[in-house]
């Protein structure tokens, strides 16, 4: 897949528009050199807990290390977010059991379904931060709105909430699964344009 789009860059003090082509390897690659790293920084701090109590709060609460509320949850609110870090607290023997991503992902959505405000998207990322602490990373790309959009923007329907890696793009089969769900959601409008 190629795709022509207008960039704009600087160039003497002035912005000129220039074309690129934009393949889907291109983008795998910009992705593991530019964004990969900051985000396996961001992991890593939620994978650095300490226990099972420290891994539930800091994936709960959504927060960096400075403090700062993770983007994608600021709809949600840290008055929110604390108030459903008490209840995974609650469950710390469930989730301490869990085996697999998928059985931590379901404990997440099931307590989710009591919260108003937290969402599909809130759910993955609250599962993949504690199950980072726990080494519990997934092994299927799960699907929420720009995920959704992105895998529908490559013609992956994902019938089950899911993908496998098998089923996306070979391109893309050199991403873990958490590489591919980002990649996916960052690069949605890119890939829309791919398919054009």
């Known amino acids: 897949m190629v795709c022509g789009r207008r960039m704009s860059s600087r160039c ?35 994978a650095s807990a300490q226990g ?13 290390q400075d403090g700062r509320l993770h983007s994608h949850q600021y709809r949600v609110g840290k008055e929110a977010l604390a108030t459903f870090r008490e209840t995974m607290l609650s469950r710390r023997a469930e989730i301490a059991a869990c085996t697999t991503f998928e059985e931590l992902r379901l404990i997440v959505e099931d307590e989710a379904h009591r919260h108003a405000r937290i969402g599909e998207l809130a759910v993955y990322d609250i599962a993949s931060r504690i199950g980072a602490a726990l080494g519990l990373m997934p092994d299927r790309v799960y699907l929420h709105a720009g995920t959704r959009k992105g895998a ?17 793009p070979k391109e893309m089969r050199v991403l873990s699964a958490d590489d591919a769900e980002n990649f996916l959601c960052i690069y949605k409008d890119e890939l829309a344009r791919l398919a054009a």
Do not use: M
């Open 12 to 46: 003497g003090g002035r912005d000129q528009d220039v074309a690129v082509d934009i393949t889907l390897d291109a983008l795998v690659k910009q992705y593991i050199s530019v964004l990969k790293p900051k985000l396996d920084k961001e992991i890593e701090w939620f």
């Open 52 to 64: 099972i109590e420290e891994a539930i709060d800091r994936g709960s609460r959504c927060e960096y």
């Open 152 to 168: 529908s923007n490559l013609g992956l329907c994902g019938a089950g909430g899911s993908i496998s890696i098998d089923e996306l």
